[in-house]
């Protein structure tokens, strides 16, 4: 079965508000695979971290043979200029986007990515959806929503999410960059079409 495009998100609220802009209901965006839109746009859940995204890259396009492949979810901005739900595009060449082992929880951390790899932009998945894309020879683009500003911290244990400020503006913020994201995912794959 060949398609059109494969977008791969690390998490579930990353993806769901573009599975639901294609007809996907709340149970079937629980699936880890998804085949939207008549088939020809693929939807995966991969969990976080390069490795888990190239596994599941690698077995999209051996299955479904896309046209293109999509690193797509949220990310953390290393530039002040950047603000919640803005959209960063990136083939990683252009090295706008660093793709990072570990999270970077506070400011120092990112803007030391930032003078370390020029990036302005950072997330922990888009290396290994490139890497399976470049082992297939097939297209590869990053798309990111930023979820997380420059001077916003995060914390650094599950708990420290569960202070009521703290889940208002998480809720808020993810609310936002995925409904961008989903937004330009949308337009970009319908142009794809007619080009």
């Not at 746009?41 to 991969?46: E, F």
């Amino acid at each position: 079965m060949s398609v059109k495009a494969a977008v791969i998100f690390a998490l579930y609220w990353e993806l769901r508000p573009f599975a639901k802009s294609l007809g996907i209901g709340f149970f079937g965006s629980l699936a880890p695979v998804i085949a939207a839109d008549g088939g020809s746009i693929v939807i995966a859940r991969s969990g976080m971290g390069a490795g888990r995204a190239e596994k599941t890259a690698e077995r999209v396009i051996e299955k479904y043979k896309p046209d293109l492949i999509i690193s797509a979810g949220f990310c953390g901005a290393l530039v002040d200029e950047l603000k919640i739900g803005d959209v960063i595009v990136s083939d990683l060449k252009d090295r706008k986007l660093f793709c990072s082992p570990k999270p970077l929880f506070t400011c120092e951390e990112k803007t030391a990515a930032f003078h370390k790899e020029g990036a302005i932009v950072v997330d922990m998945e888009s290396s290994g959806v490139a890497e399976a894309a470049a082992k297939a020879g097939i297209k590869y683009l990053a798309v990111k929503a930023v979820s997380d500003t420059l001077l916003e911290e995060l914390p650094r244990s599950l708990l420290g999410f569960f202070s009521v400020p703290r889940l208002l503006r998480f809720k808020d913020a993810s609310q936002k960059a995925s409904k961008n994201l989903s937004e330009f995912l949308l337009e970009y794959i319908k142009k794809g079409e007619n080009r």
